[in-house]
């Protein structure tokens, strides 16, 4: 059965510091693709990254960058330079199959507190 | 382009209602997804379509849970004799099997069983 574990409950930075919100997951599955969402106080859930089993570079958009080690099985995300609107709930969340449009399981989230 | 919409965003009931919810995907988006998320969890999944064809439903939609997507287009989720238990935000998202299926999420139905 597939899992998604975040153990990481609540985090707190000062403006500025980076962050990294930690991911890691379980699949029996060879084909399967890893995301993130974040949730902002308003509730709905963004897309931020997919990643597919097959992928393992490193990817960066602007302040965010994530890191996928299969031999870990982990996906973790960074958060450079943090800013106030990075405050959320951030999700990890898994889909087996070829496609990554498959149900989605997602971790329990990591509430990210940016202080000004 | 449009996302995802739910309606309503909000809905207090008493136990022992039947309540429905409803859900538009993107329009060229063939697969819809129910999810629902209680306060300090993440989502957990519920049931999904590929066009009208309802492919996988979990084991926490219990009898008193009905989903529905009769033209392919928008979903209806219907909970009956609601219970207190029920209480959470129910979430649709929706994908496009064609292509690298990313779901994307509306804002969320909030239910309040009282």
């Known amino acids: 059965a597939q899992k998604v574990t975040q153990a990481q409950t609540e985090i707190s930075v000062v403006e500025k510091e980076d962050v990294t919100l930690d991911c890691v997951y379980e699949t029996r599955d060879t084909t399967y693709y890893l995301f993130w969402y974040k949730q902002p106080p308003s509730g709905e859930l963004v897309f931020l990254i997919r990643r597919n089993s097959f992928d393992e570079q490193n990817e960066i958009s602007g302040r965010y960058s994530w890191n996928f080690q299969k031999s870990t099985s982990s996906f973790n995300f960074t958060i450079t330079a943090s800013q106030v609107v990075d405050s959320a709930v951030y999700f990890c969340?898994?889909?087996?199959?070829?496609?990554?449009?498959?149900?989605?399981?997602f971790g329990t989230g990591t509430r990210l507190t940016i202080i000004p | 382009d449009t996302g995802v919409s739910q309606n309503p965003r909000h809905k207090i009931t008493k136990r022992g209602q039947n309540v429905t919810f409803r859900c538009d995907p993107i329009?060229?988006?063939?697969?819809l997804y129910w999810y629902r998320q209680t306060l300090g969890q993440g989502p957990e999944f519920l049931t999904y379509?590929?066009?009208?064809?309802?492919?996988?439903k979990s084991r926490l939609l219990s009898d008193r849970f009905s989903a529905e997507r009769p033209k392919g287009s928008f979903s209806t989720l219907e909970i009956q004799r609601t219970e207190q238990g029920d209480s959470a935000m129910y979430l649709c998202?929706?994908?496009?099997?064609?292509?690298?299926?990313?779901?994307?999420f509306g804002p969320g139905t909030r239910l309040l069983v009282l």
């Open positions: 329009s060229e988006h063939n697969r």
């Open positions: 998202a929706s994908s496009d099997r064609d292509i690298v299926g990313t779901q994307y």
């Open positions: 969340a898994l889909s087996e199959g070829d496609f990554g449009n498959e149900k989605l399981t």
């Open positions: 379509f590929q066009n009208e064809a309802q492919l996988e």
